[in-house]
């Protein structure tokens, strides 16, 4: 047989692709299958990246003041940057003023923190004069004092551990002190002893080192143990700080209901005379409203415009 009409034996491809395959197709499914694990990894790591939050104070807010009591509010935002919630294990907190603690304290268990997220945390703070001025006598009445707050979070963080962030903010706070009241002098438009109408002249004190913002006031005046007066004034005007200011004041009253005290008055002998009320102000440090009175004053009865004792309450 020759060797032209020896068969011929060709290699089937379903065997070659059993046998071995197509490597760039072989090669081309692992490559995308390694780029898809590292991806993944990627993912994961950057999943579980963990890092420190971060916090400032924003802002302080009065919400309240009176002569008693200042309420502080105290904005802080925190920024959390993980993406597992962090929780706020505590927070301490001071206020000092030239290096003089006014208040301290601390805040247990004061919430958690979303994860990616930004909060702001309100930190309520009071101080109460009556300790301030106790404690430290050269705090004056009256007197705006510097102050400092520091707040501390301790934050408990997954992988990092518990870490603290110290805060502080810097600002003025007032120490109210409760203006002065005197009557200066009762002038009549009318007398009568059935009805006397008369216009009375207080003087209000403002001692402290900031203006008051009358919006109105509320008042009640006696003498000699009769009400003569009671009633409330609508009436805006600036009362400066450290000064007198003068506000007329418009009454009536019947002095028979005096007795035999307004004919002391008449022939020249004191009677007492007392006021109280309230003022409703505005400060730069928020809204007021602050009792006045004055127990113990004298009166008497003058002619004319003899001013000359200012101890002294002349109808005139």
């Keep these: 047989m020759s060797s032209s009409d020896r068969p011929k034996v060709s290699e089937r491809k379903a065997d070659k692709d059993k046998d071995g395959g197509n490597d760039d197709e072989k090669g081309g499914f692992f490559d995308k299958v390694k780029d898809f694990i590292q991806d993944v990894g990627e993912k994961i790591e950057e999943a579980v990246t963990i890092g420190a939050p971060s916090a400032d104070v924003i802002g302080i807010h009065i919400p309240h003041v009176s002569l008693e009591k200042i309420e502080l509010i105290v904005d802080v935002m925190i920024v959390n940057p993980n993406p597992v919630p962090i929780p706020l294990v505590d927070i301490e907190y001071s206020i ?15 919430g958690t923190i979303h994860a990616r997220g930004t909060e702001t945390i309100k930190i309520p703070l009071l101080l109460i004069y009556d300790d301030i001025r106790g404690t430290y006598k050269e705090i004056k009445p009256g007197s705006i004092i510097p102050y400092r707050v520091k707040v501390v979070l301790h934050i408990d963080i997954p ?11 810097n600002g003025k706070i007032p120490v109210p002190y409760r203006p002065d009241v005197d009557i200066e002098k009762i002038k ?12 009375l002249h207080l003087n209000l004190d403002n001692k402290n080192d900031f203006d008051l913002g009358l919006n109105s006031m509320d008042y009640e005046v006696w003498l000699a143990n009769v009400s003569i007066a009671s009633a409330e004034l609508k009436e805006s005007t600036n009362i400066k700080k450290q000064e007198i200011t003068t506000m007329n004041l418009p009454i009536s009253f019947r002095p028979k209901d005096f007795g035999s005290a ?4 008449i022939r020249g002998k004191g009677t007492g005379y007392s006021i109280k009320g309230h003022i409703d102000v505005n400060t730069p440090f928020g809204h007021m409203k602050i009792p006045i009175s004055k127990e113990g004053g004298t009166t008497r009865l003058k002619k004319g415009d003899d001013d000359d004792d200012d101890d002294k309450v002349y109808i005139i």
């Design 96 to 110: 000092e003023s030239e290096g003089r603690k006014l208040v301290s304290g601390t805040i247990p268990d004061a």
């Design 159 to 169: 992988v990092l551990g518990r870490i603290s962030i110290p805060l502080q903010k």
């Design 188 to 199: 009549f438009e009318q007398f009568s002893f059935e009805e006397s109408t008369a216009t």
């Design 262 to 265: 307004m004919w002391d008055m």
